[in-house]
Structures are given as C-alpha cells and as structure tokens.
C-alpha cells in the first residue's frame, strides 16, 4: 500500500484526485489530506507518506497591493516550508501544483523551452515558489512541478463556471475561431497519478489532446442543458478589436496552448464527453 499526502484539504483539485484514486486504485494507494490553514501541519507526521501532493493556495481572489504579500507567504513561503519538512521527514517524492500564469503571456503558444516571466502576483508567487523547490531537490526527494492550463469539471470554480452561465442564458454567442489548452480534472487526476507512479521529476505541462474553441464549448454546454445557442460571426469584428483592450475578452477569444507533445496529454474521454460529464455533474 503506498501511501499519498494531500497539503491543503478540500480543494477541488485535491478532492477530485482523493475520488480518481478510491475509484480506480482503491486497493493499491491511500490518499490522505491535512489542512495548512493554521500551524497544526507542522506537528503532523510527515513520515508515514512516499508523496505529498501540494495543491493549497490562493487563485481567485482579486489582486490588490495590500495583498501582494499575502500571495507570497501563502503560495511561495507555505509551499517551501510544507516540502522542507517532507524532506526531512523522509518523503520520496513532491509535487506541486503550480500554473501556466508563470509564463506571464495572454496569447500565443508556450513550448517547453519558454521562459517564464509571470505578471501578476498569483504566477509570481507561483513562480518564486518553484524555484526555492528546486533547491531542495536531490537524487532522493524528487520535485515534480505541473502547470496546468485551465482546469474544469463537474463543481469546479473560475472561468468556466462564468462561460457555464453565459451558456445557458445567451441565446446567441459570437463564433471565433481560437484555440485554449484546457485540461479536464479526470485527467488531470490520471496525469498526477503516473507521475506518483514513475516517481518522476521535473516541469510538466498536462493538458486534453484537443485545443478547445470557446464557441464550441459553449454550445456543448447549452446543449448538454437542453438549451439552443446559435452561434454568428457577426459580432467578430468588434471582438477583434476588443480583445487588445480588455483582458477578459481576449481571455475568452485569444489563443492560449501548449505546444502538442505526446508524453503530457492524457485523455480518458473526447472533449465533448468531458462536457457533458461537467454539466451532468458526474
């Protein structure tokens, strides 16, 4: 039985692979979480787990200054605190949920070989965070950093829950032609799973085998609502424009991915499945 920790309890991320796991490995791994909400983590065993899973942080709340310190000490100096005393404690091996926000870029393609230059105080501390962990790797604690793009699923939070509502009102939506890297959370789970497996270090970046077209997936999610959306081009023009003045459109209209690299894709189930899945809540 090899056991798993979760730093960070009750997150969706953390959650969804405590239930990938009792579901499909039951017999094999046993997953536990500890809140770091309070100092309590400190006096717990660390010693009893091969891998800690670090999913804890702060992501969707508005970026202020006054709480530009408060990014740093929970998502870059928590981080480092909870995986020196992994390390201590003998665990094998470490990983860490990071972002694809580290690379600071709004659109275009991000390969392997980009270098991160993040913008806002969330991929900042994000960023900070990854580098004080390769410190404190060695031939014996393993770091593995993933970066995620956006990741959905049934109850999960941020932006596709907002695209979710727009879905199922709108009547009509505009139809660009852009491609997002998205990663639905099954697979996100089976992804983090074989890395436990293959006791692997090093920057990942998972992603579905499919770029997403915002217009197409939200027609399937009015479609798995029993809702009809029709989708025009009409409102292109504008948007083309748009886009370069305000953040949320381009983030809703501009391409952002991942270069396609075969050893990062993990897909269980065809996009419009995983959709489906979503809005059944299943």
């Not at 770091?143 to 509502?165: E, Q």
């Not at 009547?171 to 639905?184: A, G, H, K, T, W």
């Not at 609502?225 to 983030?251: A, V």
């Amino acid at each position: 039985m090899r056991r798993i920790l979760i730093t960070g309890k009750g997150s969706y991320i953390g959650t969804s692979f405590i239930e990938w796991v009792q579901n499909y490995f039951h017999e094999d791994y046993e997953v536990d979480e500890v809140s770091v909400r309070n100092e309590n983590w400190e006096s717990y065993d660390f010693s009893k787990y091969e891998v800690v899973l670090h999913v804890a942080g702060i992501a969707h709340k508005k970026e202020i200054v006054r709480n530009a310190e408060l990014y740093t000490v929970i998502n870059c100096d928590l981080t480092i605190s909870i995986a020196d005393k992994a390390k201590k404690q003998g665990v094998k091996q470490f990983i860490f949920l990071s972002s694809m926000s580290i690379y600071g870029i709004e659109d275009g393609i991000i390969t392997s070989a980009s270098i991160p230059n993040p913008k806002s105080y969330y991929g900042i501390s994000k960023y900070q965070a990854e580098q004080g962990l390769k410190q404190l790797e060695t031939a014996e604690f393993k770091v593995a950093i993933v970066r995620p793009p956006m990741v959905y699923g049934a109850n999960c939070k941020g932006n596709y829950t907002k695209l979710a509502k727009l879905a199922i009102k709108l009547p009509v939506f505009p139809n660009v032609d852009n491609e997002r890297s998205m990663i639905y959370i099954d697979n996100l789970s089976e992804f983090i799973f074989v890395l436990i497996k293959a006791n692997a270090s090093g920057i990942f970046l998972p992603q579905n085998t499919e770029y997403v077209s915002t217009s197409e997936m939200v027609k399937l999610i009015a479609e798995a609502n029993g809702k009809k959306l029709k989708l025009t081009r009409f409102f292109n023009p504008f948007i083309k424009i748009l886009k370069y003045r305000f953040k949320t459109i381009n983030k809703m209209f501009g391409n952002l991915i991942y270069e396609p690299n075969d050893s990062f894709e993990y897909s269980i189930k065809d996009f419009g499945k995983t959709i489906y899945l979503t809005e059944r809540g299943n």
